[in-house]
T-cell receptor, first 113, second 112 residues
Framework: AQSVTQLGSHVSVSEGALVLLRCNYSSSVPPYLFWYVQYPNQGLQLLLKYTSAATLVKGINGFEAEFKKSETSFHLTKPSAHMSDAAEYFCAVSKAAGNKLTFGGGTRVLVKP | DAMVIQNPRYQVTQFGKPVTLSCSQTLNHNVMYWYQQKSSQAPKLLFHYYDKDFNNEADTPDNFQSRRPNTSFCFLDIRSPGLGDAAMYLC???????????FGPGTRLTVT
């Protein structure tokens, strides 16, 4: 069975500072990995995805994530936080077969001025 | 713009009164999903359709039913809502063979 663990349910960063959200996965086969963002009272929006091509994946809104097989990690980063980055972020994994996603518990990001 | 639409965005129902939530999509995706998301939790998959093929999650209560009359529309029926069913309900779609899912804005259900 595959699973996703997000370290830290809440992260607080200052505007302009680095954003780092941690995601570790367990999967017996090479996974497909995703980061989604959810603003209050909204659905989930896809930030980026890893599908076994380049290990460094660039997404929307200046975010990127690096797939590290040796560490079973897929951490999300943004060099400089903006107030509009305040939201909840979910890491998710999908197996090669089928379309179902397994989500991590989410990390809520607070951006301080 | 191609999108996933959910109506209504906010729904209030009474304890035990049946309620239907709707989802439509203009993406022409053949897979549609319904998720339940409670406060400060990850979305939980209730069921999904692969074309007309219905796939129920093992732990989805019988109180939750779904219909997909055509490719574009999918409905979530809650036969007898309880207070514990108050949540955000998210609809999502994906294309056959693709892994990423596209989500609607959700319907927030309140049960009084």
């Amino acid at each position: 069975a595959q699973s996703v663990t997000q370290l830290g349910s809440h992260v607080s960063v200052s505007e302009g500072a680095l954003v780092l959200l941690r995601c570790n996965y367990s999967s017996s086969v090479p996974p497909y990995l995703f980061w989604y963002v959810q603003y209050p009272n909204q659905g989930l929006q896809l930030l980026l995805k890893y599908t076994s091509a380049a290990t460094l994946v660039k997404g929307i809104n200046g975010f990127e994530a690096e797939f590290k097989k040796s560490e079973t990690s897929f951490h999300l980063t943004k060099p400089s936080a903006h107030m509009s980055d305040a939201a909840e972020y979910f890491c998710a994994v999908s197996k090669a077969a089928g379309n179902k996603l397994t989500f991590g518990g989410g990390t809520r990001v607070l951006v301080k001025p | 713009d191609a999108m996933v639409i959910q109506n209504p965005r906010y729904q209030v129902t009474q304890f035990g009164k049946p309620v239907t939530l709707s989802c439509s999509q203009t993406l022409n995706h053949n897979v549609m999903y319904w998720y339940q998301q409670k406060s400060s939790q990850a979305p939980k998959l209730l069921f999904h359709y692969y074309d007309k093929d219905f796939n129920n999650e093992a732990d989805t209560p019988d109180n939750f039913q779904s219909r997909r009359p055509n490719t574009s529309f999918c409905f979530l029926d809650i036969r007898s809502p309880g207070l514990g069913d108050a949540a955000m309900y998210l609809c999502a779609t994906s294309r056959q063979g693709a892994k990423e899912q596209y989500f609607g804005p959700g319907t927030r259900l309140t049960v009084t």
